[in-house]
Nanobody
C-alpha cells in the first residue's frame, strides 16, 4: 500500500530555514505528481507547492514564492521542501501528498494519499 512519511519539521525562529523530506513507498513514485500541503489551526488545508513526475513543472502559492523550493529524487523515492526565510505565518502541519499521474494537480481532491504530517513552528 502507499506510504508517505514526512520528516524534518521543527521549531525555528523567523528567518531560519528548514528542509522537509517525504519518503514514498508502495507505488511507482516517478509516475505521479507530488505536493506539499499545510494546515494551520483553525484554517483550511492549503496547497503550498506541487511538482510534476519529472520535476519539469512546479507550482507555488504566492505566499511562498522565492522562499520555498520543491524538489524530488526519483531514484530515492523522496520528495523535498526547502523552506528559507521562514515566517511565523508559515507555522502549520505540513503534509506530503501523492497526486495525479504525471501532471501537477492544483486541487486537494486530485491527491489520493497523504502522509501523517510534520509540524513546522516559526517563532517571531
Amino acid at each position: 500500500q502507499v506510504q508517505l512519511v514526512e520528516s524534518g519539521g521543527g521549531l525555528v525562529q523567523a528567518g531560519d530555514s528548514l528542509r522537509l523530506s517525504c519518503a514514498a513507498s508502495g507505488y511507482t513514485f516517478n509516475n505521479y505528481a507530488m505536493a506539499w500541503f499545510r494546515q494551520a489551526p483553525g484554517k483550511e488545508r492549503e496547497l503550498v507547492t506541487a511538482i510534476s513526475w519529472g520535476g519539469g513543472t512546479t507550482y507555488y502559492v504566492d505566499s511562498v514564492k522565492g522562499r520555498f523550493t520543491i524538489s524530488r529524487d526519483n531514484d530515492k523515492n523522496t520528495l523535498y521542501l526547502q523552506m528559507n526565510v521562514l515566517k511565523p505565518e508559515d507555522t502549520a502541519l505540513y503534509y506530503c501528498a501523492k497526486g495525479p499521474r504525471f501532471r501537477v494537480g492544483y486541487n486537494a481532491r486530485e491527491y489520493d494519499s497523504w502522509g501523517q504530517g510534520t509540524q513546522v513552528t516559526v517563532s517571531s
